[in-house]
T-cell receptor, first 108, second 117 residues
């Protein structure tokens, strides 16, 4: 089945810094979504982005489907951005395969 | 309901006992998913329901795990003869339609935290 890798596995930032998270996938996908899991475990969808670029406030994402990767950009990070960021892909139109996540800690 | 609802939120059980976890999807969502997340790890797909189609059970780790769904409503995940390795958060999600090709977002519940002692 499809494999999903994410990097870096862990990231520590000072508040106000910018960061880029990467998601690589092993096969063509029809659907790619980024999620944020907060420290209490709740998973929130950030972007649906199988291709192209989207922006939502301080967050933006770009997927280059032909090269099988997606990037999540966080600008002017805040402590509330802490948590784990997951990339999830679907190639079959059925279930999602999740990457292992990037654990982000933003220090005040 | 307004969101995906799961119960119980926390469950501590003795090794060897059976447990049932319940998921109430968002009203009108035809697709329902179960995932497992061990402490500090990613999400592991378990099972997927879409309408009246046969469920995709390819992620169930053993025959001790089973799940049912009544129509397009509540689902129950059952773990028989629980083992300590079953300790994890069990997350349920639902989406508007089964085909993720349409770009439908999946919405997660808050999870059921299972501890087997």
């Amino acid at each position: 089945g499809i494999q999903v890798e994410q990097s870096p596995p862990d990231l520590i930032l000072q508040e106000g810094a910018n960061s880029t998270l990467r998601c690589n996938f092993s096969d063509s996908v029809n659907n790619l979504q980024w999620f944020h899991q907060n420290p209490w475990g709740q998973l929130i969808n950030l972007f649906y982005i199988p291709s192209g670029t989207k922006q939502n406030g301080r967050l933006s994402a770009t997927t280059v489907a032909t090269e099988r990767y997606s990037l999540l950009y966080i600008s002017s990070s805040q402590t509330t951005d802490s948590g784990v960021y997951f990339c999830a892909v679907s190639s079959s139109g059925q279930n999602f395969v999740f990457g292992p996540g990037t654990r982000l800690s933003v220090l005040p | 309901g307004a969101g995906v609802s799961q119960s119980p939120s926390n469950k501590v059980t003795e090794k060897g006992k059976d447990v049932e976890l319940r998921c109430d999807p968002i009203s009108g969502h035809t697709a329902l998913y179960w995932y497992r997340q061990r402490l500090g790890q990613g999400l592991e797909f378990l099972i997927y329901f879409q309408g009246n189609s046969a469920p995709d059970k390819s992620g169930l780790p053993s025959d001790r795990f089973s799940a049912e769904r009544t129509g397009e409503s509540v689902s129950t995940l059952t773990i028989q003869r629980t083992q300590q390795e079953d300790s994890a958060v069990y997350l349920c999600a639902s989406s508007l339609a089964g085909s993720l090709l349409l770009g439908n977002t999946i919405y997660f519940g808050e999870g059921s935290w299972l501890t087997v002692v």
